[in-house]
């Protein structure tokens, strides 16, 4: 192949602007248009606007509350007048697995965010600074760690609630919940910092002299985001049982309210006797938690910046 | 990932033919399997307090008299028995006995034993069970000497007790574990630990243990036992199973002769079974009322909310183990000296009469419930008693009209420090009998006695109690602790709820044992019908 | 590395005195004693109990005890279960929960690895959507639900395995399902995320442009790599794990050491809550130290010692 001068030709002015013209796309917007394409992740979503819908229309529209008692329909099967049935003292299950999935979803949605938050910053913090920095904040984790929650717990009851409860308390639950449930989270992160932060991009940006906010928000975090994403949604089931278990020792939703774990917990001791009891808000749990993962898979899928094309 | 699998279902099918040998311990041999509920705390009798410790020491220890099912003593270590005039000396004459290591037991060895029960060092809790024993408060309080306890051994097989006033409960209080005779060589060598290996645990029940690990204990028939012609079974196995449902599986499973409970909710479904017992116990749940507190300072409002619940349904539909609904405090199962039960003749103190508990209310100030400040029924996290309260709070709406009640649930030691300290509107609490008489529920309602926590106080209740300690006639000591209870309900400081029941699956061949209406069971003569 | 350790061990120590220093003090604080009882104690019996086992020294008299004794190995006496001491009953029951959370861990492990790098390497496929929905299914139904529905189907229905007490090799099926299930998804999730982000690396597409096997690069090159999230994961999970669970032991009627964290604050047994706090907390610790110096083993790129800034 012979080669000529022609070939070294300038390009034309206007096909460079012509080429960069394509809309400049964020992060944000590409990863959203990524999403769109995953029909499991929009689906869950859907389902999961639709169950916060319910959840806080639902019960205005039942003829039941949550507390009504009927001794005389106690653990019926599902019929026309309950359709989930009615659980050991008549009440209806169904109006009851609204009211819960209040409970249950704000839990959920505030221990994820919890997470993300508190855990992505001091992870990433520790990983970044590393040395002595990374020495002492990891071994603040391993501190939250090893004192037990239960401690933690009823210290709160007796702070926070020291003439009785009254009623949903449900700001007592998201406080406990903040104190430890970033922990893994800070581990996770800072464990892959550890690693990103020798890598090319990352020397770099830092040759270039990036601020080192800068590099931790732009650089490292976005190319955590898989670990981030997988670690917060496990943290929602995690944190709807934790709050049944708070709810059951005495912090946080008091009786006749209840979660969805609360629901859960209290069927399975008449498994044998009265499995509808347990199914409907066992599969109300289990169905919802599939949503948040798929959400989540979708997610990582869609922010992960390598995909980006 | 398919080897993985693969390995898995190995391990399953392993799983499965292994399971055919180790079920079945029959080998001939007549085994007992019960469910003593959970680990014991200890297994120093002395320091023991608990109905599963005393389920186990039951098979391995007895005391002066054994218990029967109605909670009557029996001659047992001690054969006969003679009573002073004024009921406050006993002497007991021991039978000739063996501890289960063959050496002889005497009237000393009891004797060096209450003395170790009352020792301040030892510190046990219920050192006070032989606080009717004369100079044991002192001693145990480190106010007086061991010198002048009232225990004597006169001889090998006489011991003689001298009283602080007539105890007519005396002959129950010794069949108890603080009672017990422990193996002295033993337990001095490691006063600590000598309970916790089973060569040192030396006792002289008609059982000996034989081994424990795995938390299951084994016990074997003690052939050194006075009465051990008595004994039928070949082995007694306990497991010490805490999950109820995983319990009654265990049972249904064919792994457990007797339960040591039964869930609530599962019992209309088992209802069917003949396996179902509810056994007598002797116990009562109620509430407490806070009388320092307003309203509950009225006693029209204790009487309105205790006349507006529903109990036939609390117990039929909320509780459902056989539960008796309560109408006083003091639960039947507790003769009087005729012989008649304690409760039948003692009244209901009140009726269940929405009417009148309306009315009450409004002379109150408070007509249909406006009004009524808000208050909070208190409860230790259990699922049972949360279903009641959930029930009562509904009751009290829907009868009185009183709307803003809330439920507050506290883990064990907050409950008992918000109970004991009267942080509290009304409260859940439960009494369990510590002996077979009136006594173990009236006595505690003084004026500042630890275990009021309604803040009761009646002068005239102060000193009957005091008048029975010295009653040494039988018959009018019962017309008082009749008036007491005359008394104390018509003030109405609590608001009883039922009487306890003790519900358990028992497997049909199991006969010959006797489940203790204090609690524990007694497995001495039991044994599997063919 | 010696300094490294050196380091680590000193601020280990440092941690765990921080521990046991405010677990002394939350609990001490917490309302109810060890010996406040139903039924309440005649005053002079609650002090010769007390005079016992000198809780009616001042609070930092038996602080400075409760150290001294620490240092020479000796936890104390249990106040629940008296007769045995805390050392007694940590070395009765840790070896139960220590061998049923090896077999639940190596479980996870094993299961949530393998699926985690199947579905990464078929992403987008049936196949990533069917081992994860089912993966999913070990977030979605907690312990105590999956425990008794084990329980249910294999012991009662069927009558394959032993429902419940310890003894044979049998009875630790159930309960190690039961405990690994949540980390099972958990670690698949995981290493599906890292396995992705890896995959698409360049240094990964150099190794396939080398024409390495597709097997090789898999194996050697992207594990290695994707192993740090997990390996972040396993420090506290082993040391939970193998310290006993409370909920999984109650069901199963394991004789292990978790029923005593949970119930030795509710019995507020001051010496065993103390005791079993410094006891897991040495464990998470120890544990973490490893993962940390794991971490260079994987990765070379992670640094240990502080860069010289």
């Known amino acids: ?309 | ?530 | 590395m010696l300094e490294f350790v050196v380091r680590r061990l000193l601020s280990a120590i440092l941690a765990i005195w921080v521990v046991i220093t405010v677990t002394f003090f939350f609990m001490h604080a917490i309302p109810g004693g060890p010996f406040q009882r139903d039924k309440v104690l005649p005053p002079a019996i609650k002090e010769n109990i007390e005079k016992r086992y000198k809780l009616d020294d001042p609070l930092l008299v038996q602080y400075k005890d409760y150290m001294l004794n620490l240092l020479k190995g000796d936890l104390g006496p249990s106040f629940k279960y008296r007769g045995q001491t805390v050392n007694g009953i940590i070395a009765a029951r840790f070896p139960v929960s220590l061998q049923l959370g090896l077999v639940a861990f190596a479980f996870a492990l094993l299961v949530g690895v393998s699926v985690g790098i199947v579905a990464a390497l078929n992403q987008g496929k049936i196949l990533d959507y069917l081992v994860m929905s089912f993966s999913t299914l070990g977030v979605a139904i907690p312990s105590f639900i999956l425990g008794t529905l084990l329980m249910l189907v294999l012991s009662y229905k069927l009558g394959l395995l032993p429902p419940a007490t310890w003894g044979t090799p049998l009875h630790i099926i159930m309960p190690a399902i039961s405990l690994g299930a949540l980390p099972t998804a958990y670690i698949a999730r995981l290493t599906r995320s890292s396995m992705l982000d890896v995959l698409s690396q360049d240094y990964m597409k150099t190794a396939k442009a080398k024409g390495l096997p597709r097997r090789r690069i898999v194996w050697v090159h992207a594990i290695k790599n994707a192993i740090i999230p997990v390996l972040t994961y396993s420090g506290p999970l082993l040391a939970g794990i193998i310290t006993g669970t409370f909920v999984v032991e109650n069901i199963f009627a394991v004789p292990g050491l978790g029923k005593h964290f949970v119930t030795s604050i509710y019995n507020r047994d001051y010496t065993v809550i103390l005791g079993t706090t410094v006891f897991y907390s040495m464990i998470l610790i120890g544990l973490n130290m490893l993962v940390d110096i794991a971490y260079s083993q994987f990765d070379p790129r992670i640094k240990l010692s502080a860069r010289k800034e």
């Open chain 1, 1 to 309: 192949m012979a080669i000529s001068p022609e070939l070294f030709k300038p390009l034309d002015k206007n096909r460079v602007q012509a080429d960069e013209a394509r809309p400049s796309i964020t992060y944000w917007q590409d990863a959203w248009r990524r999403l769109k394409k995953n029909p499991l992740a929009i689906t869950s979503l859907i389902f999961i606007a639709l169950l916060t819908l319910t959840a806080i229309v639902g019960p205005f529209l039942s003829p039941y509350s949550y507390s009504d008692q009927d001794f005389d329909n106690i653990h019926l099967r599902p019929c026309r007048e309950h359709p989930f049935g009615t659980d050991n003292l008549g009440r209806d299950i169904l109006v009851r697995t609204m009211y819960g999935a209040r409970i249950s979803l704000a839990v959920g949605f505030v221990a994820a965010i919890t997470t993300c938050v508190i855990g992505v910053l001091f992870g990433g913090i520790s990983g970044l600074a590393g040395g002595k920095i990374d020495n002492l904040m990891m071994r603040f984790v391993d501190i939250m760690y090893s004192i037990p929650f239960l401690l933690w717990v009823i210290m709160l009851i007796v702070i926070l609630d020291p003439e009785g409860s009254k009623g949903v308390n449900l700001s007592s639950i998201f406080i406990a919940l903040g104190i430890v449930y970033w922990l893994p989270m800070a581990r996770i992160v800072r464990a892959q910092i550890l690693s990103l932060k020798e890598q090319e991009f990352i020397l770099a940006a830092t040759t270039i002299g990036a601020k080192k906010r800068k590099i931790l928000l732009q650089h490292l975090i976005p190319n955590v985001m898989g670990s981030i994403i997988v670690t917060a949604t496990i943290s929602i089931p995690e944190a709807i049982f934790t709050e049944s278990f708070l709810s059951f020792i005495g912090l946080g939703v008091s009786a006749p309210m209840a979660s969805w774990g609360m629901l859960a917990s209290d069927a399975l001791t008449t498994l044998r006797s009265y499995p509808h009891v347990l199914v409907f808000p066992a599969v109300a749990i289990c169905i919802t938690l599939l949503a948040f993962n798929f959400i989540g898979d979708g997610l990582r899928d869609a922010l992960d910046p390598k995909m980006r094309k």
């Open chain 2, 1 to 530: 990932m398919r080897k993985n699998l693969a390995m898995f279902f190995v391990v399953l099918l392993l799983a499965a033919s292994l399971a055919g040998c180790t079920t079945g311990t029959d080998n001939g041999e007549m085994v007992i399997q019960y469910n003593v509920g959970t680990e014991p705390e200890t297994m120093d009798v002395h320091l023991s307090t608990g109905i599963p410790e005393a389920s186990i020491m039951l098979q391995i220890y007895e005391g002066l008299t054994r218990m029967d099912a109605l909670g009557q003593p029996q001659a047992a270590l001690a054969k006969t028995w003679d009573i002073s005039e004024d009921k406050t000396e006993y002497t007991f004459h021991l039978r000739e006995s063996k501890w289960a290591n063959g050496e002889p037991l005497t009237a000393h060895d009891l004797a060096w034993s209450w003395k170790r029960s009352l020792d301040p060092e030892l510190a046990a809790d219920y050192a006070y069970m032989l606080y009717p024993i004369e100079g044991a408060e002192a001693y145990n309080s480190g106010k007086g000497n061991l010198a002048d306890v009232g225990i004597e051994a006169v001889d090998d097989l006489t011991l003689k007790v001298k009283l602080v006033g007539p105890t007519p409960y005396f002959l129950s209080l010794v069949s108890f574990k603080t009672y017990y005779p422990v193996y002295k060589q033993f337990v001095e060598a490691d006063p600590e630990g000598w309970h916790l290996k089973v060569e040192t645990t030396v006792a002289n029940g008609p059982f000996k243990m034989e081994k424990w690990e795995n938390n299951q204990i084994e016990f074997v028939p003690n052939e050194h036992y006075w009465d051990a012609g008595a004994v039928k079974a070949d082995r007694l196995v306990f497991s010490m199973v805490e999950n109820a449902s995983t319990e009654l599986t265990m049972f249904e499973n064919g792994d457990l002769h007797m339960t040591n409970t039964v869930p609530g909710q599962e019992i209309p479904r088992l209802k069917a079974m003949p396996e179902l017992h509810i056994f007598p116990y002797l116990g009562t749940y109620y509430y407490i009322f806070n009388m320092e507190k307003a309203p509950f300072d009225d006693i029209r409002v204790r009487k309105a909310l205790t006349m507006a619940i529903d109990r036939q349904k609390i117990v039929d539909k909320v509780t459902q183990g056989g539960q008796l609904p309560a109408f006083a405090f003091v639960p039947p199962g507790i003769p009087e000296p005729n012989g008649n039960d304690f409760r039948e003749k003692g009244r209901d103190y009140f009726e269940e009469n929405l009417e009148t508990a309306k009315d009450l209310l409004a002379a109150a100030g408070y007509p249909n419930g406006e009004g009524f400040p808000a208050f909070s029924i208190l409860y230790n996290t259990s699922e049972d008693h949360k279903l009641i309260a959930e029930a009562i709070q509904e009751m009290w709406k829907q009868n009185l009209g009183i709307t803003n009640v809330t439920l507050t649930n506290e883990e064990w030691g907050t409950y008992l420090q918000s109970r004991d300290e009267g942080a509290f509107t009304v409260a859940r609490a439960g009494w369990i009998g510590d002996y077979n008489d009136p006594n173990t529920f009236l006595d505690m309602w003084t004026t500042g006695n630890g275990n009021n926590n309604s803040g009761y106080t009646n002068a005239e209740y102060d000193k009957l109690v005091a008048e029975c300690l010295q009653e040494s006639d039988m018959n009018s000591r019962n017309e008082k602790l009749h008036r007491m209870e005359d008394i104390f309900m018509e003030e109405m400081p609590i608001m009883p709820i039922y009487y306890y029941t003790l519900p358990a699956m028992v497997s049909e061949n199991l006969k010959g044992y006797s489940s203790i209406i204090i609690g524990g069971v007694d497995f001495k003569t039991a044994y599997i019908a063919e």
